[in-house]
């Protein structure tokens, strides 16, 4: 990894695996896992200890994560964080393309837009909602739900009123987007509206978000499909590499 101080490296993994092990890791299976020399490993623990950043237990002989550690976590918006992380990739992308793009996640059960930015055509899609109710309308909505637990996925479709049918055509529709990482929706409920979906993924491979592409059917085409499919895949590609 080019530009980076190797020490902080290693220590940022080391926080990392023992923030993993919350019933406690000790020092031989971090330096093994990190691929480190013991002393060294020893050495970096207890500057993260001395910080705060780690508890060592005497008893146990095994790290834990430290106060300092909580507390700075609990002044971090995770959202607010994820936001600022999108901004700038949303807004190159939209440069390029010109029609509406969002970012969508799930946020205590509830399906959230977190950026917007409107296509500057004549007659653009314009969402202007935070909160969706019924994200199995949207592409993007529907790459959130493909990525939900079962137990909330059940909850959700019992929720809907459907018929078994309908019920079972709309996991189907979820697993397929799973299977091929992307989500397509015309016209859905007549709506006058194309979209694409795609998931984002952290470097550690968990679902953290959905971006989309939205443009009235009018406009929708071969060209116009395949610029929001490949643009999309690679927006989420370049996220990931940024969290």
Known sequence: MANTVQSVERALTL????????????????????????????QLLKTLQARGYLHFNPDSRQYHAGQSLAKLCQQIDPLATLRESLRAPLQAFHAALGETLIAQTMVNGEARILLEFAGNQPLTVRHGEVVIDDPHLWASGSVVLAWQSPAYLDQYIAARNWNTEE???????????????????????????????????????????????????????DAQRKQLTEGLANLANEIRDQL
């Open 167 to 221: 019920s079972q055509a709309y996991r189907e529709l979820l697993m397929g987007i799973r299977e091929r990482g992307l989500a397509e929706m015309v016209n859905v409920a007549n709506s006058g509206v194309a979209a694409v979906g795609a998931p984002v993924f952290d470097r550690q491979g968990d679902f953290v978000c959905a971006v989309g592409g939205s443009v009235p059917v009018t406009r929708w085409d």
């Open 15 to 42: 926080l990392e695996l023992v923030v993993g092990r919350p019933q406690g890791v000790g020092v031989r299976e971090l330096a093994r896992e990190a691929d480190l020399k013991a002393p060294t490993a020893q």
